[in-house]
């Protein structure tokens, strides 16, 4: 059975760091790739960044350039996205995520092109 579990989430000021971790476990083989989203309320779901696991390859949305960074340790089988520098809008549930298959064909930042989620952890940032 296929299952993320993120965590990591919290309440933070603004300025503040938070690293999420996402622990995966059922695939037969590490995926190739692996993503990062969040859904603040009101708001669709958005990427935030991706990473090719294999090669290390990173994809950042504007929002995220500069400040976050994703990582992941295939020992571990674990994807980490280390937050930094913390804005209020950052506030959202925020959800990992890898494709059914070893890549995509539109958007590696697009939420449709990933079937398997997280249960999503929630980051709240105050000013």
């Known amino acids: 059975q296929v299952q993320l579990q993120e965590s990591g989430g919290g309440s933070v000021q603004a300025g503040g760091s938070l690293r999420l971790s996402c622990t995966v476990s059922?695939?037969?083989?590490?995926?190739?790739?692996m993503a990062w989203f969040r859904q603040a309320p009101g708001k669709e779901r958005e990427g935030v960044a991706a990473?090719?696991?294999?090669?290390?390859?990173?994809w950042y949305a504007n929002a995220a350039k500069g400040r976050f960074t994703i990582a992941h340790d295939n020992a571990k089988k674990t994807l980490y996205l280390q937050m930094g520098s913390l804005k209020p809008e950052d506030t959202a549930i925020y959800y990992c995520?890898?494709?059914?298959?070893?890549?995509?064909?539109?958007?590696?930042?697009?939420?449709?092109?990933?079937?398997?989620w997280g249960p999503g952890t929630q980051v709240t940032v105050s000013s």
């Open positions: 995520a890898a494709p059914l298959h070893e890549g995509v064909a539109g958007s590696l930042l697009d939420p449709d092109e990933y079937t398997y």
């Open positions: 059922g695939f037969t083989s590490t995926k190739n790739l």
């Open positions: 990473i090719y696991t294999n090669g290390g390859d990173t």
